[in-house]
């Protein structure tokens, strides 16, 4: 059987405690400088992940114990260290390959330096989390009865490594693609790159809200730590597909925004019965904060190269091959994995929630005619 390690840190204080419930109660600065010097760990041990044709893989959860914005700020070398340190930890309990978590496989350049100095190969998992997200994305369009292809699409976080791949693979199915990011330089040399092949109108802006008001379909990938999307932001109606981690949107958004679908694009239904055991608490398990049988994307990537053992560095970096999205998206469907159901603001979004969405987006619509 081939074994996997997956890079995990905490995208915000909720979150130490979830990984380690001995952080409640004790002040942000103090555990913010705990975390800063804490040594990686394995957290939980995975296992039951299972095909359909009965191929197995185990692996284990291991911590990078930085948050998003320590990963930004620390000295790139420190983080490094501590991301490296995290797959030791993996291969030697005898991981063969190894996925990057979050901002783990942003930092950077995008796993490329993580790659070359760990022991076993690693990818990012992005690939998969494309396919997720873009299926998401028309899976939210058909519930909320878009016509996708008289639609205006917005990627946000186009320059990166997932939102520039989401581009290519959104436009053949909308009319008019607005591509945006910050650095304006960037965004411009990377839409006259593709402008060509996209084969709907395009444009692009650095003014986020302007380009969201606009759009009917909204994915957004930023490496972001604060909220982009604010609740004015949005047009009646739109559908937004949230891939970034930390989230883009606010949660403003689920209460003052009935009208809007917000999906959490990247999450994976696990074939087999999977189960993360903590690894200090042998007997319990460990809360990642998703539903029994849920896993991200990015990790689903890395139990399917497990599973197909293909233990080689699937993805990294930015500039991501279409050719893999695909690839890696038939192998996971052939190993069983499928888009889990949908779920935004941590709850599950139910055939009640989206006729209630609908309804209030045509009310919306009728009074503002
Ligand atoms: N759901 C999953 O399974 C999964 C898997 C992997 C990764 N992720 C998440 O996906 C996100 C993107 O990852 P990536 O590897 O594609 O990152 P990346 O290559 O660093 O790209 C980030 C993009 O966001 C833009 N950006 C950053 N801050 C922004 C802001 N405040 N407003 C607008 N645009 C902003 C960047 O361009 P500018 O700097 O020019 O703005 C760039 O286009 C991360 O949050 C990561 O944690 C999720």
Redesign the pocket.
């Known amino acids: 059987m081939t074994k996997f390690c997956f890079v995990i840190h905490p995208l915000s204080f909720e979150d130490v405690v979830r990984y380690e419930p001995g952080a409640k109660g004790k002040g942000r600065p103090i555990v913010a400088k705990i975390l800063e010097w804490m040594p990686p760990y394995a957290a939980a041990h995975l296992t039951g992940i299972r095909t359909p044709d009965g191929r197995e893989t185990e692996g284990w959860f291991v911590a990078a114990p930085l948050l998003?914005q320590q990963m930004l700020e620390l000295p790139r070398e420190q983080v490094y260290e501590r991301i490296v340190g995290a797959i030791r930890v993996g291969a030697e309990l005898g991981a063969q390959v190894a996925g990057?978590?979050?901002?783990t496989?942003?930092v950077g350049d995008?796993g490329v330096t993580v790659a070359q100095r760990a022991p076993i190969p690693v990818t990012?998992?992005?690939s998969?989390?494309i396919a997720?997200?873009v299926r998401s994305l028309f899976r939210g369009a058909d519930e909320m009865g878009i016509d996708a292809a008289s639609s205006t699409a917005v990627v946000?976080?186009?320059?990166?490594?997932?939102?520039?791949a989401c581009v290519e693979l959104i436009a053949p199915r909308v009319a008019h693609m607005i591509l945006?990011?910050?650095?304006e330089t960037?965004?411009r040399k990377f839409h006259e790159s593709v402008r060509e092949r996209l084969p709907c109108a395009s444009s692009h802006t650095?003014a986020?809200g302007e380009a969201v008001q606009r759009a009917d379909l909204v994915l957004t990938?930023?490496?972001?730590t604060?909220d982009?999307i604010e609740p004015g932001d949005l047009r009646t109606g739109a559908v937004v597909c949230e891939?970034?981690?930390?989230h883009?949107v606010s949660r403003r958004v689920a209460t003052e925004r009935p009208d809007v679908l917000v999906v959490?694009?990247?999450?994976m239904r696990v074939p087999g019965d999977w189960r993360a055991e903590r690894v200090r608490e042998p007997g319990t398990d460990f809360d990642l904060n998703l539903p029994a049988g849920t896993a991200?994307?990015?990790?689903?990537e890395t139990m399917v190269l497990a599973l197909e053992n293909r233990c080689e560095s699937y993805t990294l970096g930015?500039g991501i091959d279409l050719d893999r999205v695909r690839e890696i998206d038939a192998l996971a469907e052939r190993d069983g994995f499928a888009l889990a159901d949908m779920r935004a603001f941590d709850t599950a979004i139910t055939r009640e929630h989206l006729a209630r969405t609908r309804a209030a987006a045509e009310q919306r619509r009728a009074v503002s005619a």
């Open positions: 998003p990057l978590g979050a901002f496989g942003v995008g990012t998992g992005n998969l989390t997720a997200g946000v976080g186009a320059t990166g490594s997932i939102g520039a945006v990011a910050r650095n960037r965004l650095t986020i990938a930023t490496s972001s604060q982009v891939l970034s981690l930390p883009d959490e694009g990247g999450n991200l994307a990015c990790m689903s930015r």
